[in-house]
């Protein structure tokens, strides 16, 4: 399989540590997120498989966090789920990863803010949008984007003065990621999130980028069906494998 989605997927959302063995990338980020803490197999999938669970093992206990792996969809990663499975690693958040390939241009509607960095009141939108008041967090995730390094286009939708979503794209190679496409609980329903999406793939198109890609839960009928207005379909799936530090 070729794992270049996933790749661009760890450079959008990066990790704030990062330990390499033999093929195998070990991400932390003082827990925030599944996705940025935990091991993703992208090559050398089953030597010294043993040794190498163990090892991961004790650097996320040391740690102090659960012990989490990525699991793709797909032939390479069979034997290590099976093994993980053994082990009594639970699994759990079924993803659905998808592509658009040829986005169809997006008329970007008014009260759309788009810019190529975080600002203050992009980060303040989406703590809001997700709940989020724990100075620990909020200071690790905004580490976090600070790594991203690649082009950005960061997007936030008002309503009147109040901002009620937002989202981001990274740009790498030639795609977009989308990521953290959020719009607050009381304000959904009203196409926000559509137009989030379209000014992110439209601002990318105007560069020249004609793909994309996203992770989306399995179970969000609604995102899913938001996607595919933009031409989204399922390239395959992953899911996270889970035992607590103990």
């Given at each position: 399989?070729d794992f270049i989605i996933?790749?661009?997927?760890m450079n959008?959302?990066p990790?704030?540590?990062?330990i ?7 991400r932390?980020?003082d827990?925030f997120?599944?996705r940025a803490?935990?091991v ?7 030597n010294d498989?043993?040794n ?18 990525k699991i793709?969809e797909c032939?390479e990663?069979k ?8 082990l009594?690693?639970?699994?759990i958040?079924?993803?659905?990863v ?7 241009n ?17 980060k303040?939108?989406?703590f ?5 008041n724990?100075?620990?967090i909020?200071?690790t ?17 008002m ?16 795609y977009?990621g ?9 304000e ?13 793939l ?16 399995n ?8 996607y595919?207005?933009f ?5 395959y ?8 530090n103990g």
């Amino acid at each position: 399989m070729d794992f270049i989605i996933e790749e661009l997927s760890m450079n959008a959302w990066p990790s704030l540590q990062t330990i390499l063995l033999d093929g195998w990338i070990i991400r932390m980020a003082d827990g925030f997120s599944k996705r940025a803490n935990s091991v993703n197999m992208i090559h050398s999938f089953d030597n010294d498989l043993e040794n190498k669970i163990n090892y991961c093992e004790n650097i996320f206990r040391k740690h102090g966090l659960p012990i989490i792996y990525k699991i793709v969809e797909c032939d390479e990663h069979k034997i290590i789920d099976y093994k993980l499975e053994t082990l009594f690693y639970e699994k759990i958040d079924v993803i659905s990863v998808q592509i658009s390939n040829d986005f169809t241009n997006y008329s970007i509607p008014k009260n759309i803010i788009i810019e190529n960095d975080f600002s203050e009141n992009w980060k303040k939108c989406l703590f809001e949008c997700k709940k989020i008041n724990d100075e620990r967090i909020i200071k690790t995730k905004e580490n976090m984007v600070k790594n991203i390094k690649h082009d950005k286009i960061c997007v936030h939708k008002m309503n009147g003065k109040h901002t009620v979503g937002c989202g981001y794209g990274v740009i790498e190679k030639e795609y977009i990621g989308l990521f953290d496409i959020n719009v607050k609980n009381e304000e959904r329903g009203k196409g926000y999130g559509k137009e989030i999406v379209g000014a992110i793939l439209s601002k990318a198109k105007d560069t020249g980028i004609n793909k994309a890609h996203l992770f989306v839960e399995n179970g969000n009928i609604v995102a899913k069906k938001l996607y595919e207005q933009f031409g989204f379909k399922e390239l395959y799936k992953s899911w996270f494998r889970i035992k607590e530090n103990g």
